[in-house]
């Protein structure tokens, strides 16, 4: 591909922009000539190049490079690398800007791997500057991908580049606040219309939409402000409308229309996209895009159609009947959309970046990636990992969608660490209760323990099939592995030491069907926040609301498994690992990160545990001090990883119908949980 001449003088003709596009853009087929797959067999890994001495990168750039070393895919071996990103900063290429890097150029060129930019990375949010904003950076791009902000459709390579959302240096890393819909009222009616409130350009690109504006601003359920007032000379370049929109302008607050109408204009400005995309995809204002030309955010995979109203420009006195023509239950779909997207993508620059490599990702393994389901519906690509299955119906998400249920049968697996002593073991009891299940498909002994592996002579007979894994690392992390042999939906994960009846397995195998996506179980915790020492809190006591499901007795599905194992960082399943401690919590916390949902309990039940599990041995942990501190500093460290605290409180417990209702036992199902 050849390399773009760059720009140095300001003002460029049609013609010579025209000549700088095709030069950088022309290559449509990229992914198959730019790209070296080779580089990726070993995995998709992305290195970033070491800091260069003297250069200083701006808060944005670190966000980002933060955010992929922070990621599963980062390494610090060169080899290793299927992508390379710049360690110099390129986010800022307008020449005015005091975030310009002056080098990048000279910096790029002289990389030993850059090889005309093939299997690079580079973000991009300001290109070009005043008066043209055109699309030239001020060095070579060639063979590099880049992600970039207010990208333009003809400079744009299909299923190379990246197009991403322009975001401020206030944006948070991780976590990222939440989106404003917290009702889904009908009619979703709000106070406006349409708003719009932003700078009107006198002179230059971006100039005509807002200048425009006025002729559809009513004052009443329309109100679209701009001023004028910015930019040292703005007085000299006034014209007769200025002092007028400004006195108009300074009468409303920005956040109070953004929060209060069903719609946000969002017209170009000096470049294609805006904050203002972001600022109303969170506040559940349904964007209407004047931006002609703008090769809108991830659009790849995204269907902005659900979200967004995609207007033109050269018909903005059509926009007021246009929106007016929505009706409600579209208004409220497009709003639900408009939340999910937010924070399953945009929320952080953790999130963005993250959907950057997931989409490249994808490319490379084309044929293990995502379908646009898994893309626009919840929990959204990131947490659905097309290794797993490119099949959305192997999902707990998607049942309900594609009109699914999950399969009938369970495997039980459960989580051994102390010798099999005799045949009154509790782990022996437990499984002769479980095989007796009639949804019992399997069961799975992981032995842990640091003794030999019993004869199967030792482990009683069942009707079902039962394995005994032997754990090569012996972690607390390995009772979440997502083993081969495990191929019903449904995990009933059990501590050797627990205590369940055939019927509460029954009846909570029964819940967990209508309820797939969640953690149902018996042993129920809660989280707080603990003000005085400004952290949470993890509490075992007795009330009436919980957020945890501990899974010594739960059911989940099998995704679970694999969710944990590869999208959780390995060094906190090391940190669960060496403390032997809290793998329960971090299920916990990815499962309700995932669904925004807690998970549930069913009946009442206090004791769980084996009384009769001696207090020396290693499984009764529950009784050491230092057991109960280290998952208080679990939570900590969990809500660290993710930037928010996913944990959700429940005060629904599920009881089978006639539970301890005052009739004959003969008329109750589940007769035996009641005397438990």
Known sequence: MADSPRLHHQHTSPRERRAIRDNMYKNRRCMETCFDFTRCQSGFRVYIYPPQRGEEISESYQKILSSIEGSRFHTVDPSQACLFVL??????????????????????????????GRNHLIFNLYSGTWPDYTEDLGFEVGQAMLAKASVDVGNFRPNFDISIPLFSKDHPQIGGGKG??????????????????????????????????????????????????????WEKHKDSRCDRDNEEYSKYDYQELLHNSSFCLVPRGRRLGSFRFLEALQAACIPVLLSNGWELPFSEVIDWR????????????????????VGRDRILALRQQTQFLWDAYFSSVAKIVLTTLEIIQDRVNSHVSRNRLLWNSLPGGLYALPQFSTDPAHFPFYYAILGKSPSQHFTAVIHTVTPLQSQISPVVKLIIAVAKSKFCAQIVVLWNCDKPLPPRSKWPSTSVPLT??????????????????????????????????TNEVDFAFIVWQSFPDRIVGYPARSHYWDG????????????????????????????????????????????????????????????????????????Q??????????QGSKASRWADPDHFAQRQTCMNAFSHWLGFMPLVHSQMRLDPVLFRDQVSILRKKYRDIERL
């Open 87 to 116: 360690a110099v900063d390129t986010l800022d290429r307008d020449h005015l800007s005091a975030q310009y890097v002056q080098s990048a150029r000279s910096c790029i060129q002289s990389l030993p791997t850059w090889n005309d």
């Open 180 to 233: 404003y819909l917290t009702l889904n009222v009908m009619p979703p009616s709000r106070k406006y219309l349409l708003v719009f409130k932003g700078k009107r350009y006198l002179t230059g690109i971006g100039s005509e939409t807002r200048n425009a504006l006025y002729h559809i601003h009513n004052g009443e359920d329309i109100i679209l402000l701009t001023t004028c007032k910015h930019g040292k000379d």
């Open 306 to 325: 659900k979200a967004a109203i995609i207007g033109d420009e050269r018909l903005l006195l059509q926009v007021p009947s246009i929106t007016r023509s």
């Open 468 to 501: 005994v894994i032997e754990g090569e690392t012996k972690t607390m992390s390995s009772r979440f592995f997502p083993y081969d042999v495990i191929l019903t939906d449904a995990v009933l994960s059990m501590d050797e030491d627990s205590v369940l009846s």
């Open 532 to 603: 005085s020492r400004s952290r949470w809190g993890y509490t075992s006591k007795w009330t009436n609301d919980y957020s945890m499901v501990l899974t010594g007795a739960a059911f989940y599905h099998r995704y679970y498994h694999y969710l944990y194992t590869h999208y959780v960082p390995a060094s906190l399943l090391t940190t669960v690992d060496h403390m032997a401690n809290c793998e329960d919590i971090l299920m916990n916390f990815l499962v309700s990160a995932v669904t925004k949902q807690p998970p549930i309990k069913v009946t």
């Open 605 to 614: 039940k206090k004791q769980y545990k084996e009384t009769m599990m001696t």
